[in-house]
């Protein structure tokens, strides 16, 4: 029988305790309280931030291998006053960084893994926007994940300045939110490629009216 990790799970020194995370309605009544803009922002570049963020389960064409799709919902407005637009109700060059933990249950044992992943955007008309991420069938079934992240940040920036910043509850505390970071920084490089943006993955075209155009990177076509 599997071991779950307790409610209250250690993330770096055995000092930091992190809770997990709550269910989706108590997570959508934090949403609104989780956004944080940059110094400087709000004047020029505050016009987009995370709306929401949903996590499931999904399969290639009916398939029964289950991907960990992260869905992450963008709002861009208007901005008649931003210099750098084009037309002020595009933004160009916008960048998704998702950063998750991700409970993990190999041989009876419990643990985390790190990942991170960007996504970069050619233009965003005003309005919403849905930016996805997958992780793929084999790491979720390899490491008996579940269908959401234990934590995440979501991280919305644009020619080097960074936007805003979207948390999981589960990293308000800021000790918590920094033993999180630390791991990261130190256990991620081994999981980079891993996570992917939609354009890197067979659901490319799984989404037609309501996926954005990527830049940066080659697209991969869906696999037949």
Same mark, same amino acid.
């Given at each position: 029988?599997?071991?779950?990790?307790?409610?209250?799970?250690?993330?770096? $020194?055995?000092?930091?305790?992190?809770?997990?995370?709550?269910?989706?309605?108590?997570?959508?009544?934090?949403?609104?309280?989780?956004?944080?803009?940059?110094?400087?922002?709000?004047?020029?570049?505050?016009s987009a931030?995370?709306?929401?963020?949903?996590?499931?389960?999904?399969?290639?064409?009916?398939?029964?291998?289950?991907?960990?799709?992260?869905?992450?919902?963008?709002?861009?407005?208007? $901005?008649?006053?931003?210099?750098?637009?084009?037309?002020?109700?595009?933004? $160009? $060059?916008?960048?998704?960084?998702?950063?998750?933990?991700?409970?993990?249950?190999?041989?009876?044992?419990?643990?985390?893994?790190?990942?991170?992943?960007?996504?970069?955007?050619?233009?965003?008309?005003?309005?919403?926007?849905?930016?996805?991420?997958?992780?793929?069938?084999?790491?979720?079934?390899?490491?008996?994940?579940?269908?959401?992240?234990?934590?995440?940040?979501?991280?919305?920036?644009?020619?080097?300045?960074?936007?805003?910043?979207?948390?999981?509850?589960?990293?308000?505390?800021?000790?918590?939110?920094?033993?999180?970071?630390?791991?990261?920084?130190?256990?991620?490089?081994?999981?980079?490629?891993?996570?992917?943006p939609q354009?890197?993955?067979?659901?490319?075209?799984?989404?037609?009216?309501?996926?954005?155009?990527?830049?940066?990177?080659?697209?991969?076509?869906?696999?037949?």
């Open positions: 029988m599997i071991s779950r990790l307790p409610l209250m799970q250690v993330f770096a $020194d055995q000092s930091l305790p992190l809770p997990l995370p709550p269910s989706r309605s108590i997570l959508a009544a934090l949403l609104l309280a989780v956004l944080t803009v940059g110094v400087g922002a709000a004047k020029s570049f505050g931030y995370v709306r929401e963020t949903n996590f499931s389960l999904v399969d290639v064409n009916g398939g029964d291998d289950k991907w960990l799709e992260c869905e992450i919902v963008v709002e861009v407005r208007r $901005d008649d006053g931003d210099a750098e637009r084009k037309r002020p109700e595009y933004m $160009d $060059d916008l960048s998704v960084e998702l950063v998750m933990g991700m409970e993990t249950f190999r041989d009876r044992r419990s643990g985390f893994e790190f990942f991170r992943s960007d996504a970069q955007l050619v233009s965003l008309r005003e309005g919403k926007h849905y930016i996805r991420f997958y992780l793929p069938y084999e790491i979720v079934k390899r490491d008996a994940m579940g269908r959401e992240p234990h934590s995440f940040i979501v991280r919305l920036s644009r020619g080097g300045l960074e936007l805003g910043e979207f948390i999981s509850p589960s990293l308000a505390r800021t000790n918590v939110k920094e033993s999180f970071l630390s791991r990261v920084g130190k256990e991620s490089a081994a999981n980079e490629g891993i996570l992917l354009n890197e993955t067979p659901f490319l075209v799984m989404y037609p009216d309501s996926t954005p155009s990527f830049r940066g990177r080659g697209l991969v076509q869906e696999k037949n």
